[in-house]
């Protein structure tokens, strides 16, 4: 199985401060690689996928680049409501697998 | 607007069995691939079934293949999940996912979830 590392396990952001969070695949995964948003007692939520195209209705403040094994999203201007869990996902090789998460806190 | 709510969780007792349930709308459900996603207490995301709009191909990893069924019901918009031979390690909240694409695999839109609870 492919796996997932990200990092930083957790992070703590100002209000209007640009973070970034990144996810390393053990092996190339060509640019199929999902970012989640999780809030306490929530489901998650899909941000990113195909690793930079935005899903419909989630704010332009996010972004996420990368390719072959590196990939990172970045969220600038961050806001109150971005406080969560983030999880990467890689679907190019079944099973798909997740990372174990980077939380987010607002200092 | 797509929802999708999950129901039949619970507690139950290792070695039994328990069959979760997703209503779908606000979509062709026929049109989709479907999926079970898991999460443990306090832990992260665990991909656990997948299934074939048509419901000829499913898809399982390791860890709950020959003990867990995903099949489901094209005229019902309804997705369900049979597990069988519980083990303490299912324990988690299930979550009910779409997937975003038939060609590869990520999860668009996801239920509430439901919380299976496995203890003596």
């Known amino acids: 199985d492919i796996q997932m590392t990200q990092s930083p396990h957790s992070l703590s952001a100002s209000l209007g401060e640009t973070v970034s969070i990144e996810c390393l695949a053990s092996?190339?995964?060509?640019?199929?690689l999902a970012w989640y948003q999780q809030k306490p007692g929530k489901s998650p939520q899909l941000l990113i996928y195909y690793a930079s195209s935005l899903q419909d209705g989630v704010p332009s403040r996010f972004s996420g680049s990368g390719s072959g094994t590196q990939y990172s999203l970045k969220i600038s201007n961050m806001q109150p409501e971005d406080e969560g869990v983030y999880y990467c996902?890689?679907?190019?090789?079944?099973?798909?697998?997740f990372g174990a998460g980077t939380k987010l806190e607002l200092k | 607007e797509v929802q999708l709510v999950e129901s039949g969780g619970g507690l139950v007792q290792p070695g039994r069995s328990l069959k979760l349930s997703c209503a779908a709308s606000g979509f062709t459900f026929s049109n989709y691939y479907m999926a079970w996603v898991r999460q443990a207490p306090k832990k992260g995301l665990e991909w656990v079934a997948t299934i074939s709009t048509s419901g000829s191909r499913t898809y399982y990893p390791d860890s709950v293949k020959g003990r867990f069924t995903i099949s489901r019901d094209n005229a019902k918009s309804s997705l369900y999940l049979q597990m069988n031979s519980l083990k303490s390690e299912d324990t988690a909240t299930y979550y009910c996912?779409?997937?975003?694409?038939?060609?590869?695999?990520?999860?668009?839109?996801w239920g509430p979830g439901t919380m299976v609870t496995v203890s003596s």
């Open positions: 996912a779409r997937h975003g694409s038939n060609l590869w695999w990520y999860f668009d839109f």
């Open positions: 092996e190339g995964i060509s640019n199929y």
């Open positions: 996902q890689q679907g190019y090789k079944y099973p798909p697998t």
